[in-house]
């Protein structure tokens, strides 16, 4: 059966991107340093190449929220905002965007078009199932869609580079989620896998 | 000149003790699992051996938190409580142990004593600088002490070895620390030496 995987690279106190996220910095500031192991960091290494690979293995759908698509807010209005990615995404299949605020399919160069949907997330991952042909698919980010996802029991394998440093503010991965407490499964690591500067850290779900 | 250091484990959700701290969970329910590296896991390795020697060097005395010292809390009443570690503790220097509710002395086998002050951190770690005969002190836990010195700029160096295990609930060590925000300094990583299970950092506090 196809899985589920989201992939969070945080900090060490536990923040996915900086504060104030704008068209300048798309990760918020200083939220590219959580990305350096797989956007050319000198000092990455063979292991932060396997969790690169992991990262960018096929799939056939990606479920993201609607701030990782973009900095706007509230009704898209006239806006031409097709992504951060340009004119070809590296999706190259369907991305279903979580948005209260719904517009027309968006179908891009090279395979990708973005679907945007006001539903929960049970139901945004079923749609991404389907359009997924019998693929794997991607959740999140940001945090809202993998905490929805984590409490809803949509999740079946977490990868979390935990990058030493701090960044002091921002969105934490590891909050919201008292629900996961009285879930008839939780995470065990199956994969430590330290990088030069990075600890690439594979969970799956377990029943308990 | 004498430095500050404190040693914190905390689980990949940032937590450094479980919930519900008892005299059977002194570390709060699966909060023991944050130091097999120290404490007899299997799989501990050299790395897990050096960052024990950082965690076990001599030092000239300990600043901590009375829910460090036990399970008690408001007054001690007739309590005989001295300690999780029995008649000789670990230590063998003096320990400040912060607390709202002073008590005389308590002096140990082995060197250690337990001096009960209640005061800013800022006095105790002053203190302990006065009974350390010039050297190193140690710092927190728990989690409110170490805060609390993060945010008044006590902490030189940090050590947090980071253990793949999701906690759910707890206390956590990066939290209430907007302070460190607008503070002159900052905390970079100067070690990253992950073992076969965890991700031991040093952070090191540097000006900014």
């Not at 900086?18 to 939220?31: C, I, V």
């Not at 192991?37 to 000198?42: F, M, N, R, T």
């Not at 049970?122 to 698919?137: I, M």
């Not at 989620?177 to 969970?203: I, K, Q, T, W």
Request: aromatic share 8%; with cysteine; charged share 25%.
């Amino acid at each position: 059966m196809a899985d589920t995987t989201c992939h969070m690279s945080i900090s060490l106190d536990g923040f996915v991107a900086g504060p104030d996220q704008s068209r300048e910095h798309p990760l918020g500031k200083r939220g590219r340093e959580l990305h350096g192991w797989h956007l050319g960091d000198e000092r990455a290494n063979e292991a932060d190449a396997t969790a690169a690979r992991r990262l960018l293995r096929p799939r056939g759908a990606y479920v993201m929220g609607r701030n990782m698509f973009g900095p706007i807010r509230g009704e898209w209005g006239e806006s031409d905002w097709k992504g951060w990615w340009g004119d070809e995404p590296p999706y190259h299949h369907p991305v279903v965007v979580l948005t209260h605020h719904p517009r027309p399919p968006l179908e891009m160069a090279g395979g990708t078009t973005f679907h945007f949907v006001d539903e929960t997330v049970e139901r945004a991952v079923a749609r991404a199932f389907g359009l997924a042909g019998g693929q794997d698919v991607r959740l999140g980010g940001g945090v809202s869609v993998v905490q929805a996802c984590l409490r809803e029991g949509l999740v079946d394998e977490m990868h979390v580079p935990v990058v030493p440093t701090i960044l002091g503010a921002g969105e934490r991965l590891f909050d919201n989620l008292d629900a996961l407490r009285r879930a008839p499964y939780g995470y065990e690591c199956v994969d430590f896998r330290p990088s030069a500067r990075v600890a690439h850290v594979v969970l799956a779900r377990v029943a308990r």
